[in-house]
Nanobody, 124 residues
Framework: QVKLVESGGGLVQPGGSVRLSCAASRLDIEYYSMGWFRQAPGREREGVVC????????YYVDSVKGRFTISRDSAKDTVYLQMNSLQPDDTAVYYC?????????????????WGQGTQVTVFS
C-alpha cells in the first residue's frame, strides 16, 4: 500500500520558517511529479507548489513565490517544502501529493496519491 507521510508542521511566529517533509513508502517518487497542497478552515484546497520528475518547479501559487521552495530526494523517496517568511495566511493543513503538476491549478482532483496532512499554524 502506497503511503505519503508528512511531517514538520507546527506552530511558528510570523516571519518564521518551517520545513515540511513528505516520505513516500511503496512508491518510487523518481517517476512521479510531487508537490504540496494546503487547505485552510473554510477555504478550498489549493495547490501550492509542484516539482516534476526532472527536478523543475513547474507550479507555484503566486502567494508563496519567493518564500517557499520545494525540493526532492529521489534516493530517499522524500520531498521537502521549505517555507520562509511565514504569514498568518499561510496557516493551513499542508498535504503532500503525487501526480501531474498540470492538476495543481485546479484543486488537484484525480492526483494519484495523497498524504494525511500536517498542520502549520502561524500566529503572533
Amino acid at each position: 500500500q502506497v503511503k505519503l507521510v508528512e511531517s514538520g508542521g507546527g506552530l511558528v511566529q510570523p516571519g518564521g520558517s518551517v520545513r515540511l517533509s513528505c516520505a513516500a513508502s511503496r512508491l518510487d517518487i523518481e517517476y512521479y511529479s510531487m508537490g504540496w497542497f494546503r487547505q485552510a478552515p473554510g477555504r478550498e484546497r489549493e495547490g501550492v507548489v509542484c516539482i516534476d520528475t526532472r527536478g523543475r518547479t513547474t507550479y507555484y501559487v503566486d502567494s508563496v513565490k519567493g518564500r517557499f521552495t520545494i525540493s526532492r530526494d529521489s534516493a530517499k523517496d522524500t520531498v521537502y517544502l521549505q517555507m520562509n517568511s511565514l504569514q498568518p495566511d499561510d496557516t493551513a493543513v499542508y498535504y503532500c501529493a503525487a501526480g501531474p503538476c498540470r492538476l495543481y491549478s485546479s484543486g488537484g482532483h484525480n492526483l494519484d496519491y495523497w498524504g494525511q496532512g500536517t498542520q502549520v499554524t502561524v500566529f503572533s
